[in-house]
């Protein structure tokens, strides 16, 4: 498979993000809610093409990519096409993590914690004192929408691909080199969740 812009472990969001890459300090406005999350990059797989040119673009891809949702309390994986992706923060390299680093017991979080805990939002609030005058001030406060839980490792282990990663010799699919299966508090329900195949790289 050819060089491309996005990979493995790096954190992306959709186009709309207010972040740009390597500048995560903007002050979030308007509806929180509508914001997109940030997401790491799991797995990423080449497109099926009708043309015969190689496009080394990460639009020539789909990316796995995983994030918390706070209104499920629960981590999703979506495939996303990488013409609607952009990179916040370039992730290590691959490998960059080791058993001796990663195991049973040990806690551990996703990439996008930091960043979801520095996240802000402004709100303009306006009080109408009088007919003729009024106030006004800004608030800044914290914006925990997608803040994602500390999670506690049951099991790591060698990843196994549930799809092809070669067609003809050529690769077509890349994937992590370990598994690794976590537990959390899930407080909506008042018991413990699983992640299951939380891939890194």
């Known amino acids: 498979m050819p060089s491309e812009d996005l990979k493995i472990g790096d954190i992306v969001s959709l186009k709309s993000h207010p972040y740009q890459d390597n500048i995560t300090t903007i002050i ?17 797989s080449k497109l099926q093409s009708d043309t015969t040119s190689v496009n080394d673009d990460k639009d020539a891809y789909e990316y796995m990519c995983l994030y918390f949702s706070g209104k499920t309390q629960r981590f999703e994986q979506v495939p996303i096409k990488g ?4 990179r916040i923060m370039e992730g290590a390299l691959e490998n960059s993590l080791s058993e001796d680093e990663v195991f049973p ?9 930091d960043f ?3 996240k802000k939002k402004s709100s303009f609030t306006f009080e109408d004192t009088s007919l ?5 001030s800004s608030t800044i406060t914290a914006l925990l929408s997608y803040l994602p839980p500390s999670l506690q490792v049951i099991s790591v282990l060698p990843h196994k691909s549930k799809h092809p990663t070669h067609k003809k010799d050529q690769e077509i699919r890349k994937v992590p080199s370990l598994d690794v299966k976590c537990f959390w508090y899930l407080s909506i329900s008042d018991q413990s969740g699983r992640l299951s195949d939380c891939r890194v790289a």
């Open 83 to 86: 013409i609607h992706l952009k």
């Open 116 to 118: 979801e805990l520095a």
């Open 28 to 44: 979030v406005s308007g509806e929180p809610l509508l914001l997109p999350p940030l997401m790491v990059i799991t797995e990423q």
């Open 132 to 136: 003729n005058h009024g106030s006004d």
């Open 105 to 113: 017991g040990v806690t551990v979080t996703i990439k996008t914690m």
